[in-house]
């Protein structure tokens, strides 16, 4: 990617429960927090919607019934890439107790502006991002917002979960989803009543990580037109398509001491770039039978694009710190670790 990357932290989060359950995390995008806690969804039963529609009334189901790589996407583009038209996907759960708890589950991509088509978009009058909200029906049968921000998938192939308990205002369980940004949706299950399997996690430091140049692998369109742009690790060019990003990047070789706690002491990456970490599985408890074992990467850091609109993306500094009070920062507050910026980002 042509971006650099601040990596202060990795760890591997490893989930072991009961494999009557599927776990998922909440993966939309949100503004970050200091320590946000890991919360984990059990689902023990995926119920299909008994209808899926866009706002015209096509028929969507089909390519909502399963993680298969078949997006929905009658919408139409606008003038610039990341916004569309205004549309909608409505979905009818169907009947369940008023007092049920009720999570809806959406999984998807989302085609992203940047920061040259967000400049644009500021500067007119007609054009903007609507962020997707979530509509129900009250009993007088009209659509009423329920949920002003139900934000988007942060990233490619991510999952949305969203709580509906207590928003429904009638037996109409219909829920719309509208948005202009262009977001492809290919599964959408929801969950009725809670699970409480017990789940045992264990979190694990790296052992090792080693940083070298790797190149960049071959893209390609995941699922089709309408799928995320994926990459081919298989196939992989060391001729970066891009024009360098200025500045002092970390050295190569073993970074384990930079990526192990989050200090504000990390490597460097830019495009082509790569970190192979390893982790001691014998560290992980054994696994129960009748369990399956679920992994998630943690990781804490920054990463900065170099759309010529970014600021200060034609270059690596300054360098972010937690205590920052905005990005770039102004002259009163400088990176507090001038040491580490000597001893190892020289390349």
């Known amino acids: 990617?042509?971006?650099?990357?601040?990596?202060?932290?990795?760890?591997?989060?490893?989930?072991?429960?009961?494999?009557?359950?599927?776990?998922?995390v909440d993966e939309r995008f949100v503004f970050p927090e200091p320590n946000p806690p890991l919360v984990l969804h059990q689902v023990a039963e995926q119920r299909t919607p008994l209808s899926a529609v866009d706002g015209h009334g096509t028929d969507v189901l089909p390519r909502l019934l399963h993680a298969d790589d078949r997006y929905v996407d009658e919408f139409l583009p606008d003038r610039y890439q990341g916004v569309s038209a205004l549309h909608d996907l409505v979905l009818d759960l169907g009947a369940f107790a008023v007092d049920a708890p009720v999570e809806l589950y959406l999984r998807g991509w989302i085609f992203p502006t940047d920061a040259s088509i967000n400049v644009a978009l500021s500067q007119s009058e007609t054009l903007g991002t609507i962020m997707p909200y979530l509509e129900v029906i009250d009993v007088s049968g009209?659509?009423?917002?329920?949920?002003?921000?139900?934000s988007f998938p942060a990233g490619k192939n991510k999952v949305v979960v969203q709580d509906l308990?207590?928003?429904?205002?009638?037996?109409?369980?219909?829920?719309?989803?509208?948005?202009?940004?262009?977001?492809y949706w290919?599964?959408?299950?929801?969950?009725?009543?809670?699970?409480?399997?017990?789940?045992?996690?264990?979190?694990?430091?790296p052992v090792a990580a080693d940083f070298h140049y790797r190149g960049f692998s071959e893209l390609y369109r995941k699922g089709g037109r309408f799928g995320p742009h994926w990459f081919d690790y298989a196939s992989?060019?060391?001729?970066s398509p891009w024009r360098?990003?200025?500045g002092a990047y970390t050295r190569y070789g073993s970074v384990l001491d930079l990526v192990s706690e989050s200090d504000d002491i990390y490597p460097i990456m830019g495009p082509g770039d790569e970190i192979t970490l390893r982790f001691d599985a014998a560290k992980a408890p054994p696994l129960p039978e009748g369990w399956t074992r679920d992994f998630m990467i943690y990781s804490d850091g920054w990463i900065k694009d170099a759309d010529l609109n970014t600021a200060d993306g034609w270059r690596v500094e300054p360098l972010p710190f937690h205590a920052m009070s905005e990005y770039p920062y102004g002259p009163s507050e400088v990176y507090p670790h001038p040491d580490i910026v000597r001893r190892y980002h020289t390349r």
């Open 1 to 24: 990617m042509w971006e650099v990357f601040y990596i202060d932290e990795v760890e591997l989060v490893v989930v072991d429960h009961p494999d009557s359950v599927d776990v998922f």
């Open 142 to 150: 009209a659509w009423v917002t329920a949920v002003e921000a139900l």
């Open 186 to 205: 290919d599964h959408a299950f929801f969950t009725v009543g809670a699970v409480t399997a017990p789940i045992e996690v264990t979190t694990l430091q």
């Open 236 to 239: 992989v060019s060391m001729q």
């Open 244 to 246: 360098p990003i200025v």
């Open 165 to 183: 308990s207590g928003l429904f205002r009638s037996e109409d369980h219909r829920v719309r989803i509208r948005t202009n940004m262009n977001i």
